[in-house]
């Protein structure tokens, strides 16, 4: 019985260990596009990706320092999320300092230079 909860633990500990290592070799851009194209962040009713298929309209948002959004300023790329998370998700704003921020911003800032999504002809 001692053999197996030593084999046991030894097996936990190998898979905790893989699993931590796994999840660390996505880059944060990875994670945040995972964010970005997943309709449940945040509590939401639809992905970012809706509005912004493949992040149109959020290629210079890395540059900038205020946004304006459905008639409102945002002060940073953060308030600009957490706008979009509630008043267009309808979802609840993340911490600002939270993991999901960074990621999510960190892929919105990867959009720079990046070519837009290509449209999709009406009736599609």
């Given amino acids: 019985m001692k053999t197996f909860r030593i084999a046991l633990m030894c097996m936990m500990v190998f898979l905790l260990f893989f699993s931590v290592a796994y999840a660390k070799k996505h880059s944060p851009e990875e994670r945040g596009k995972a964010l970005f194209e997943d309709p449940k962040f945040a509590g939401g009713v639809k992905s970012c990706n809706v509005c912004h298929p493949g992040g ?50 960190a892929y919105i800032k990867s959009l720079k230079g990046k070519a837009p999504a290509p449209k999709k002809a009406p009736g599609y």
């Avoid at 999320?81 to 300092?97: E, M």
């Fill in 56 to 105: 149109r309209g959020l290629k210079k948002s890395a540059d900038k320092k205020e946004f304006r959004i459905m008639g409102k300023t945002q002060k940073s790329l953060e308030e600009a999320v957490n706008f979009c998370i509630v008043q267009a998700n309808k979802g609840k704003a993340i911490a600002v300092d939270s993991p999901e921020m960074k990621d999510i911003v």
